[in-house]
Nanobody, 119 residues
Framework: QVQLVESGGGLVQPGGSLRLSCAAS????????MGWYRQAPGKERELVATITRIGSTNYVDSVKGRFTISTDNAKNTVYLQMNSLKPEDTALYYC?????????????WGQGTQVTVSS
């Protein structure tokens, strides 16, 4: 089994910054990709950013130039640095890991961390 522990959410004013972290642990043989998704009230969950094990990144257009995804492969941890935050960034942010476990390659989800951007 794989566990994901997220941290770093909170309340921030527009223009502020937050850094999300997600640490994966458990029976992990290989991580293929890690990423962040978000879901705002009344909306579908959307991809925010992903990063592969070789460092290729992908961002949704609305966060390009403001958010940066990175990893510490030795710690199986993914980060999301969020700068110049806007009220429309308010959402529950979920960590996702695409990993090979003892049984199969699967996608795992964290419990979510709330980000609220408001003055």
């Amino acid at each position: 089994q794989v566990q994901l522990v997220e941290s770093g959410g909170g309340l921030v004013q527009p223009g502020g910054s937050l850094r999300l972290s997600c640490a994966a642990s458990g029976s992990i043989f290989r991580i293929y990709a890690m990423g962040w998704y978000r879901q705002a009230p009344g909306k579908e969950r959307e991809l925010v950013a992903t990063i592969t094990r070789i460092g290729s990144t992908n961002y949704v257009d609305s966060v390009k130039g403001r958010f940066t995804i990175s990893t510490d492969n030795a710690k199986n941890t993914v980060y999301l640095q969020m700068n110049s935050l806007k009220p429309e960034d308010t959402a529950l942010y979920y960590c996702n890991v695409d990993a090979l476990t003892g049984l199969a390659r699967r996608s795992f989800w964290g419990q979510g961390t709330q980000v609220t951007v408001s003055s």
